[in-house]
T-cell receptor
């Protein structure tokens, strides 16, 4: 039982490049979310999904796309990387049930130069 | 605008004492309030969830209260230990399933 797996753990991109951050969970959780964490800003919601085929925007969606074709996977795409997207990205998932919080991945540290 | 406020100053506390953290919110109608722990370089770890119709929830040495009139939650760590040193995050979930976080409050337990 691996939980929430994020890849890669570290990435350096040049401005204008695109890439996909991968997130997979093996707990059959319906809910999945992407956050970015910056010093002094806390965790900010980028996009989230309440089930396969359903996605919605969070607080800071610009510059990012998501899709949810399966329950297990929720990739985050950076369309054209900018230095402002330098951050630590966390994927999280949850089962909607009694007293159930979110399980977070270990994060992807992204630097855009 | 919506805000979730946690004390930005670290809480330094002697081992064995009770640490109390505050989470205040404005312009939210949360269905759930959650608390997480985050260690440096790691993802947050879920600790406790309390529902809007609950006043208090306990788990081992942890206690959470939730006052929807005051728009405030208190998080208590009793008999604190050095291993409790971490940043603690308050999070609110509204009925649209969006989970929003405060910036966190660092706790340092002094042996």
């Amino acid at each position: 039982n691996a939980g929430v797996t994020q890849t890669p753990k570290f990435q350096v991109l040049k401005t204008g490049q695109s890439m996909t951050l991968q997130c997979a969970q093996d707990m059959n959780h319906e809910y999945m979310s992407w956050y970015r964490q910056d010093p002094g800003m806390g965790l900010r919601l980028i996009h989230y999904s309440v089930g396969a085929g359903i996605t919605d925007q969070g607080e800071v969606p610009n510059g990012y796309n998501v899709s949810r074709s399966t329950t297990e996977d929720f990739p985050l795409r950076l369309l054209s990387a900018a230095p402002s997207q330098t951050s630590v990205y966390f994927c999280a998932s949850s089962y909607r049930g009694w007293d159930y919080g979110y399980t977070f991945g270990s994060g992807t540290r992204l630097t855009v130069v | 605008s919506q805000k979730i406020e946690q004390n930005s100053e670290a809480l330094n506390i002697q081992e064995g004492k009770t640490a109390t953290l505050t989470c205040n919110y404005t312009n939210y109608s949360p269905a759930y309030l959650q608390w997480y722990r985050q260690d440096p370089g790691r993802g947050p770890v879920f600790l406790l969830l309390i529902r809007e119709n609950e006043k208090e929830k306990r788990k081992e040495r942890l206690k959470v209260t939730f006052d929807t009139t005051l728009k405030q939650s208190l998080f208590h760590i009793t008999a604190s230990q050095p291993a409790d040193s971490a940043t603690y995050l308050c999070a609110l979930e509204e009925r649209n399933n969006r989970l929003a976080f405060g910036k966190g409050n660092q706790v340092v337990v002094i042996p």
